[in-house]
């Protein structure tokens, strides 16, 4: 079977030839392979990161499942200021940037910047304060040469194509929160109704952007549900109030269209896993990551849930696979194809995603353990 195949036949219900072996490596590992400053992906993107990510699947002779092409099927509103974004610092290791309009012939500063590393993924939303910077820059310059990146349909089809056999690409439809902040959490125990409504618009969302998914020719090769820490931010009696009827509406679309759902939600997951096998139509949930950080159990859920939803994970992304020697990979590889292969239903993966450093060689291992060992 080629990678596509065989993660269609897991989302499906069938057995393929042998387990799928999908590692996440969404950023910094492509970025790493392409041996260019990382600020140049994130920050110019030259090259895009879906094109540095492709070409890593490629490399690492993946069976990608890619979950992060944000379709927009409708213009960006324009923004009430025209923003333009500045460099106010650059060095060696790092460039910053801050945003900024006119307003009565006086610049307008934004209130955080956005810091890019040569050899990290970039830190959003940061105090100007916090890296030595005055809240309103006294030296900067325009922020040019930046590639576009096209959201669109056409551009989702066409990189649909670029990956070809080597996996699937799928289109978030709803992430799973309401509340991913402090400052959401403020609110909530003030504001209640403001929940409450955002809980409403997330309704209509999955009804309008289905619809528009829905025309999508050919559709998706799955819709996804991304979001990191759901039950972090949020208590159980706050997803299942205001975040789980939108997924289960959009899963029950997705199911009715004969399309897979996927939902990621790294940190505490079981309760997750036992919400979504037993109360929605979801086709598959990871990462499944084991404690401290996460707190599945691979087997107890393979036991308890395994019959209703396919399972996606676990190997620990800093004890296994960035500090793990080869043989590590491959004992852990093989403990969790024994503790959730039987049936089907399985795609071998990482509690979340891999750091910039893990040797190649450990992917390599994990790979020959699901073509050789992973029978099911």
């Not at 990621?264 to 896993?273: A, D, I, K, Q, W």
Request: charged share 25%.
């Amino acid at each position: 079977m080629t990678s596509r195949e065989r993660l269609l036949a897991v989302l499906g219900g069938q057995v393929p030839d042998c387990v799928p072996c999908s590692p996440d490596i969404s950023n910094m590992v492509p970025c790493r392979l392409t041996g260019r400053p990382f600020w140049d992906i994130y920050l110019y993107n030259d090259p895009p990161l879906l094109d540095a990510a492709i070409a890593a699947q490629e490399q690492l002779d993946l069976d990608a499942f890619i979950d992060y092409f944000w379709v927009q099927f409708d213009a960006p509103e324009a923004e009430e200021a025209p923003w333009e974004t500045f460099i106010v610092l650059k060095t060696a290791e790092r460039i910053v940037t801050q945003r900024s309009y006119m307003e009565g012939g006086h610049r307008v500063w934004a209130p955080t910047v956005d810091v890019h590393y040569v050899a990290d993924s970039p830190s959003e939303g940061v105090p100007p304060e916090k890296v030595g910077l005055p809240p309103e820059p006294e030296d900067y310059e325009p922020l040019e040469g930046v590639t576009p990146f096209d959201l669109s349909p056409a551009s989702y089809q066409a990189y649909r194509r670029k990956l070809g056999d080597r996996g699937l690409l799928g289109v978030p439809l709803i992430n799973t929160f309401v509340l991913k902040s402090e400052q959401d959490i403020m609110q909530f125990y003030s504001d209640e109704a403001e929940l409450q409504r955002r809980a409403e618009e997330r309704m209509e969302t999955v009804e309008r952007r289905w619809a528009q998914i829905a025309q999508m020719d050919p559709l998706p090769d799955f819709v996804t549900f991304p979001g990191s820490g759901t039950l972090i931010w949020q208590t159980p009696k706050i997803f299942r109030k205001y975040c789980l009827p939108a997924l289960q509406r959009g899963a029950e679309l997705a199911k009715a269209a004969g399309v897979p759902s996927h939902m990621h939600s790294c940190g505490p997951e079981r309760l997750l896993v036992e919400i979504m096998a037993t109360e929605t139509d979801l086709t598959i949930i990871d990462p499944l990551e084991i404690p401290p950080m996460g707190d599945c159990v691979l087997a107890e859920l393979k036991r308890k849930f395994g019959g209703k939803i396919a399972l996606k994970g676990n190997l620990h992304t800093t004890d296994v696979m960035l500090r793990g020697t080869p043989q590590d990979i491959r004992d852990a590889a093989k403990q969790a194809i024994d503790d959730a292969t039987g049936g089907g239903g399985f795609v071998l993966s990482t509690g979340d995603q891999c750091g910039r450093d893990t040797p190649l060689e450990n992917f390599q291992a994990m790979v020959e353990t699901a073509r050789t060992y992973g029978r099911y």
